[in-house]
């Protein structure tokens, strides 16, 4: 393993250990009492120029104000929703497109504006947003949009009494207040308040596990009729509910307006998954699909807008050298327009420069970042392996480590079993290891390419496509493949064979 401290890395990124966070040796600090200016472990790193100005922007969590290369998904999302100003019901809308491509960012400030319009023209109008991918059985969608309902019920219940009691104690000194009012008389206003103190009591919140699904929804269903409004109810990430739970959240809540009375509910549903709606109920699948925005990715140019906008807030003047946000984009463009993925690079790049407490980030930072973040990711997909894929991977390491290299199908299942031996699990069957191969090739952890041998027919060469030390850290790290004492017997012994 090379040692990141002493030498500078390909691209010639100075990462001294002085001038690195990381590389901070706590055991090297030297508290000095003597010295008259008592600059700590901190104060040098903050002493810098800083480099951003508002790095939060840059962050997911942060919602945009302006997206720019969205107008046109934007318009037509408002086109078909102003009809809930109207007090009509907007068509369900189904939103596809890849991963960060703004579908999110452009479904919550158009939902932003449809409901601060409302208030402004004071029509009935809320929108409530579920993300599917954390909420994703029917119970607890149904639930969450339940217990949201009944709390703004509650709210207008204790606003509506308030303002009765108010006219109560008015009239009963004054009755002419009754004139421009409902209320012919104190009693009908006494009856009134009878009657939403009882709803108020009525108004149970849905817990979220232990209820039958079937009075969950009628819960729902009730908190939602009580008053009269349009309710958009917006699905993120709507393949991993149907993934997860099935059609039938879908399917209740897609035919609800039939049986409304006061109410009206429309759906968005918002996936980057393009063939999910193959599972759905034909019926589900109309009603869901009455119109269809497609978000495309974005090219290397839009990538550039979009950057340049949000760097103006985050960085300070003259932090960016000319070809960062050029290069940034590119790589993003490269991926598939991304525009999370870009974000996160010049973030990166940003982060990266502070640490080498440089005056500004340039293109080497960036490449830097690129490197990191591919790292990050290589690192996270290999943590989550199932063990058996783990397995197979540290047997294409232990001989890559041993110096075979373009290996072969039968020699890494060879060193599997024994591995499988030593710490008692189960052992596949040599074809069910060549699947786990070609899944860690679709991956992009292993390359997998299929060789013809003439006469002996033909085979997988295999070859690791991510850092070495890296990925076995990974590996060791699980508490099962951390019991391996040595691969190395076993690797000899397959020179034996
Ligand atoms: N046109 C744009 N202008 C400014 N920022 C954008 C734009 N498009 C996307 N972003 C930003 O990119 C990030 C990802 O966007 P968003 O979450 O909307 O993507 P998505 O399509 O919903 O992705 P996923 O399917 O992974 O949820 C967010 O930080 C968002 O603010």
Aim: glycine share 4%; proline share 4%; aromatic share 6%.
């Amino acid at each position: 393993m090379t040692d990141e401290n002493t030498q500078p890395t390909d691209d010639g990124v100075d990462v001294s250990p002085d001038r690195n966070f990381d590389n901070v040796d706590l055991d090297d600090v030297v508290f000095d009492d003597d010295e008259d200016d008592d600059q700590g472990l901190f104060d040098d790193l903050l002493s810098g120029e800083p480099i951003f100005e508002n790095k939060e922007v840059l962050r997911p969590s942060y919602t945009p104000h302006e997206l720019p290369h969205r107008k046109d998904q934007i318009n037509n999302m408002a086109t078909i929703l102003v009809a809930a100003l109207r007090g009509e019901t907007p068509s369900n809308i189904l939103i596809y497109g890849k991963t960060g491509t703004g579908k999110t960012a452009s479904a919550k400030f158009v939902s932003k504006e449809l409901e601060s319009t409302s208030q402004k023209y004071d029509v009935p109008c809320n929108v409530e947003y579920i993300n599917c991918e954390v909420t994703d059985t029917q119970y607890r969608v149904l639930a969450q949009l339940a217990n949201k309902f009944i709390e703004n019920n509650q709210e207008f219940v204790d606003d509506r009494l308030e303002e009765l009691t108010t006219l109560r104690e008015g009239a009963s000194s004054d009755p002419s207040r009754l004139a421009d009012t409902a209320f012919e008389s104190t009693e009908a206003i006494d009856a009134r308040i009878e009657e939403l103190e009882d709803d108020r009591e009525e108004m149970e919140s849905v817990p979220m596990t232990g209820w039958p699904t079937d009075r969950v929804y009628n819960t729902f269903f009730e908190a939602v009729d009580y008053e009269e409004r349009v309710v958009v109810i917006m699905l993120d990430e709507i393949d991993k509910l149907v993934e997860k739970s099935g059609d039938d959240t879908l399917y209740n809540l897609s035919r609800m307006n039939s049986e409304l009375e006061n109410s009206r509910v429309s759906i968005i549903g918002i996936s980057n998954d393009l063939k999910f709606t193959d599972f759905l109920d034909p019926r589900v699948k109309s009603s869901l699909g009455e119109e269809e925005i497609v978000f495309p990715p974005y090219d290397a140019n839009q990538l550039r807008d979009i950057l340049q906008h949000r760097a103006e807030v985050a960085f300070k003047a003259d932090a960016l050298s000319d070809d960062v946000i050029p290069l940034c984009a590119a790589f993003a463009a490269q991926e598939h327009g991304d525009a999370r993925r870009a974000l996160d690079l010049l973030r990166t790049a940003g982060e990266l420069a502070e640490r080498d407490q440089a005056e500004g980030v340039n293109e080497k930072h960036v490449r830097k970042a690129q490197e990191k973040i591919e790292l990050d990711r290589v690192v996270e997909v290999v943590r989550t392996l199932p063990t058996q894929s783990k397995l197979v991977l540290f047997s294409i390491i232990s001989l890559e480590k041993n110096g075979v290299h373009n290996v072969n199908t039968g020699e890494v299942y060879n060193i599997y079993k024994r591995l499988c031996e030593e710490i008692d699990a189960d052992v596949l069957t040599q074809r069910r290891v060549t699947d786990l191969i070609s899944e860690l090739d679709m991956l992009g952890i292993v390359n997998a390419v299929v060789v013809s041998k003439g006469r002996y027919g033909r085979t997988k060469e295999i070859s690791l496509s991510v850092p070495i030390d890296e990925t076995e850290a990974v590996l060791m790290s699980d508490s099962r493949l951390g019991d391996i004492e040595s691969v190395q017997p076993f690797v000899q012994a397959r020179f034996d064979n």
